[in-house]
């Protein structure tokens, strides 16, 4: 046993530095990429890194949509959401503030907020998604993403001419196609980071004689949510705050509107083992995002607002564990 512990360790210490050395190449090579293309570093947070490190949740929910085990895709994804807003940019405003362009605050944010209204709705009605409502979740999807590319020229642009620089850096070929290759390698050691991290924390849990609904709660929401929060604290400690807002925002619009969409299309979800207290939290979280731009230092993320999110997440923790 003990030496079967110190094999978890390691699967775990391999899965941290994996994701560290992942972020790292994602982070920088999708800095470039958004050089290359003249696409704000918000942008290429929310379609590169959002949806990228989304890519554990995806699978996720699709197995279990395909293998007709619909119920655990909506809990996934609110739960995911939740962590991503609370923790992960509690965490990440704790280490350096994250400071609001005004596109943030009239277009990301309220998307995001009418991404998590739209669920609850969908799902108090009738208390299950249909096809026909993942098929326009689906097309909310596309729209966004058209609209979002669309807006990053503009803005990257914009910022472009204050500057006196040109919108798009000039780059061979040889070094657009590396920058491609490292992002997906970037992007495949952070969801080996995850599993890795998820497998190793989960077998010392269970030697220590922790359960297994709170080992889901707790670690395997922590696992598929790594990504997201490693790339963040690469992002903000490489001076890259936009990117990370973009990250969280980015992840949790594709959480929703793509993942649950995809897989409402695939298998009709019910909502057992997700209550009303979930979407509330869920709903509460992306609107303190809109709501931290005008408290404290207003249009910045701040260790206060930090400090906030991470007791709220507490709360919730707390609630989860007593429900078990």
Not at 24 to 48: P, Q, T, W, Y
Not at 154 to 177: C, F, H, I, N, V
Not at 230 to 237: D, E, F, G, L, R
């Amino acid at each position: 046993m003990i030496s079967n512990i110190w094999i978890a360790i390691l699967i775990l210490l391999i899965g941290i530095a994996a994701s560290v050395w992942g972020a790292n190449l994602l982070v920088d090579n999708a800095s470039i990429m958004a050089r290359k293309l003249g696409i704000s570093e918000f942008v290429i947070g929310i379609v590169i890194v959002g949806i990228g490190t989304s890519f554990p949740e995806l699978s996720v929910s699709f197995y279990s949509s395909i293998m007709g085990m619909p119920d655990m895709s909506v809990g996934n994804i609110v739960g995911s959401d939740i962590f991503n807003t609370l923790l992960i940019l509690g965490v990440t405003s704790m280490i350096a503030p994250i400071f609001y362009e005004k596109e943030n605050v009239r277009r990301d944010i309220p998307v995001a907020i009418a991404s998590a209204v739209i669920l609850t709705v969908m799902a108090l009605i009738h208390n299950d998604f249909s096809r026909l409502e993942g098929i326009i979740l689906l097309v909310l999807f596309g729209v966004y993403i058209f609209w979002i590319l669309r807006e990053g020229h503009k803005d990257a642009a914009l910022k472009a001419a204050k500057e006196g620089k040109p919108a798009k850096e000039k780059m061979s070929a040889g070094k657009t196609a590396a920058a491609i290759l490292l992002i997906l390698l970037g992007l495949a050691l952070l969801v080996f980071g995850g599993k890795c991290f998820v497998d190793g924390a989960s077998f010392i849990a269970r030697a220590c004689g922790v359960t297994d609904a709170f080992i889901a709660i707790t670690i395997v929401a922590a696992g598929t949510s790594l990504p997201e929060l490693t790339s963040n604290i690469v992002s903000i400690t490489k001076n890259k705050g936009q990117m990370a807002l973009g990250n969280i925002i980015g992840s949790n619009i594709f959480n929703i509107l793509l993942i649950v969409g995809g897989s409402a299309t695939i298998h009709p979800l019910t909502m057992s083992n997700v209550t009303w207290v979930d979407f509330a939290v869920l709903i509460l979280s992306q609107a303190m995002m809109f709501v931290a731009a005008f408290t404290f230092r207003k249009h910045r993320l701040d260790k206060q607002d930090g400090i906030l999110y991470l007791l709220c997440y507490g709360g919730y923790l707390a609630w989860l564990i007593s429900q078990i």
